[in-house]
């Protein structure tokens, strides 16, 4: 769990990150090292109580499950600090889509399986059986240190998430976000479990596959949730910020300061999210062509890239008028700007 | 995650509910089809497999060996008068897994295939077979009957088997 490198993290590809971010960046891998410690640990622990609880069995399924996104995180931010090379011009940021991707598949798989699972338990009339279990000396019900496993590794994560969720905003980091995500409903899980169990214990013996369907229900809903994210991203849907509830404004405000430049008539962007920062392209028309000179046009970029740490990948197009095929639902005849 | 209000509507409830309960002065285990209650002071129902000193099958009276000899003192505590029930090991895992008795010993070890015929409690004592395999011994008791799982399983760990 060595931070070396960290001289390294300062970039992803070619994008040098500002002072904010490579901070972030720094605290984001320790926290995901600190979630892979705890989930080891409580993954064991509760291997050892795990007995014939289908909701124990989900919940610890979770648990395996959670080591996903930590590592997918760990692995992209590796390769996403490759520079752009001739056979990758567009630089390694798409490694964070994959690892997003193969998060949200396998969350689907597990969440699926789980809910057939606990399903035909259900159905079957399944009767769950716990047992004694012999520590110190004395032997008591099992199902005492199940539910005690499930409220000792409730609480962690859900600070984990917390904390994760900021540094996710900050590093603009989808993968990280889910992550934090997932963290963040832990507990509901961990209490869904030794409910399950408990109801075991005062002879409901539907209870724990009711909350094992629970559990699984929201292992999927996880799972689709960040499907739905992963692929968005890789098939390149504009933009939006790191929670995906919003397009990101940061193409406004490109077009907005644009718009305001005394050389330019018209323009309008389109965004893409390559991971964590963004590619632009910027078609402008200038209002006469001997004034769209090489350097305004470099200066106009400048400052676009100064707006946002996540602008680095842009291009500004001069073009006569905007290319609709470029730009859909984007230009309406133009006439709407200057 | 789901919907969260449909979770904690379901978590938060049910906690309350189950915590209610346990103060209510119900013990925790319970069994669903109330085994231990109707054993205790009435019939347990036992079902014996031979298997050399574990169990013998005399042709005339009681089943002997290691597991009957157990059999009887655990229902000594429970006060219960023992009814043998002979039969082959799958037998004996339907007649558990339809409720038609109460527990079976036959020198079951713990990775004994009728998992999901019966429950199985924590091994009482272990052997090595010719082979040099270790074996944990087990008895069988039906699926999801806690309390009376967790009672035998407390008598057996209190026991001192001599082989």
Redesign the interface.
């Known amino acids: 769990m060595s931070t070396t490198g960290e001289k390294n993290t300062a970039r992803f590809g070619h994008t040098e990150l500002p002072e904010e971010q490579q901070q972030a960046l720094r605290k984001a891998i320790k926290w995901e090292w600190i979630t892979i410690i705890f989930l080891a640990v409580s993954t064991f622990l509760v291997y050892l109580v795990l007995g014939n609880s289908q909701a124990m069995k989900a919940a610890w399924i979770e648990d395996l499950l959670s080591f996903l996104p930590p590592i997918s995180f760990l692995v992209a931010t590796r390769v996403i600090r490759r520079r752009p090379s001739e056979s990758h011009p567009y630089g390694y940021h798409r490694a964070v889509g994959v690892a997003h991707l193969v998060a949200a598949v396998a969350l689907v798989v597990m969440g699926a399986y789980l809910i057939v699972d606990s399903g035909i338990g259900l159905v079957t009339a399944e009767h769950p059986t716990i047992g004694g279990v012999t520590l110190f000396g004395s032997t008591f019900w099992l199902g005492w240190l199940m539910v005690l496993a499930m409220l000792l590794t409730a609480g962690p994560p859900v600070v984990l998430g917390i904390i994760k969720m900021k540094l996710a905003r900050t590093l603009h980091d989808k993968v990280l976000y889910a992550d934090a995500d997932m963290n963040k409903a832990d507990w509901m899980t961990a209490l869904s479990a030794a409910v399950g169990v408990l109801g075991i214990g005062v002879g409901l013996w539907w209870a724990d596959s009711v909350a094992a369907l629970l559990i699984s229900t929201s292992i999927l809903h996880d799972g689709l949730k960040n499907l739905r994210g992963a692929i968005g991203g890789l098939t390149d849907t504009r933009a939006r910020t790191y929670d995906d509830s919003e397009p990101d404004p940061v193409g406004d405000r490109i077009d907005s300061y644009l718009r305001s430049l005394g050389w330019v008539r018209e323009a309008r962007s389109r965004v893409r999210d390559e991971g964590h920062v963004f590619h632009v392209e910027s078609f402008v028309v200038p209002r006469t062509w001997p004034r769209a000179t090489l350097r305004r046009i470099e200066k106009a970029r400048d400052a676009c890239v100064d707006m946002d740490w996540k602008v680095q990948d842009m291009v500004i197009v001069p073009v006569a008028e905007l290319p609709e095929e470029f730009l859909p639902g984007m230009t309406r005849g133009g006439s709407e700007y200057r | 995650?789901?919907p969260?209000m449909l979770?904690?509507g379901?978590?938060i409830p049910?906690?309350v509910l189950?915590l209610g309960?346990?103060s209510c002065g119900?013990t925790?285990?319970?069994?669903?089809e109330g085994t231990l209650e109707k054993v205790s002071g009435g019939i347990l129902r036992v079902g014996v497999s031979e298997n050399e000193q574990w169990v013998q099958l005399p042709p005339t009276g009681d089943p002997q060996g290691i597991e009957p000899g157990l059999v009887e003192k655990f229902a000594d505590t429970l006060d219960a008068t023992i009814e043998w029930v002979p039969g082959a090991e799958h037998e004996l895992a339907s007649d558990l897994f339809h409720g038609e008795l109460d527990m079976a010993i036959g020198g079951f070890g713990a990775d004994t295939p009728w998992v999901k015929e019966a429950?199985?409690?924590?091994p009482y004592t272990e052997t090595t077979d010719e082979r040099g395999k270790p074996i944990k011994h087990v008895m069988l008791?039906?699926?999801?009957?806690?309390a009376f799982?967790?009672e035998l399983?407390?008598f057996l760990?209190?026991q001192e088997v001599e082989l």
Request: without cysteine; glycine residues 8%; aromatic residues 0%.
């Open positions: 995650m789901l969260s979770k904690m379901a978590v049910g906690l189950l309960l346990t119900i925790i285990p319970q069994d669903p429950g199985i409690t924590r008791v039906p699926l999801g009957e806690n799982l967790l399983d407390q760990q209190a």
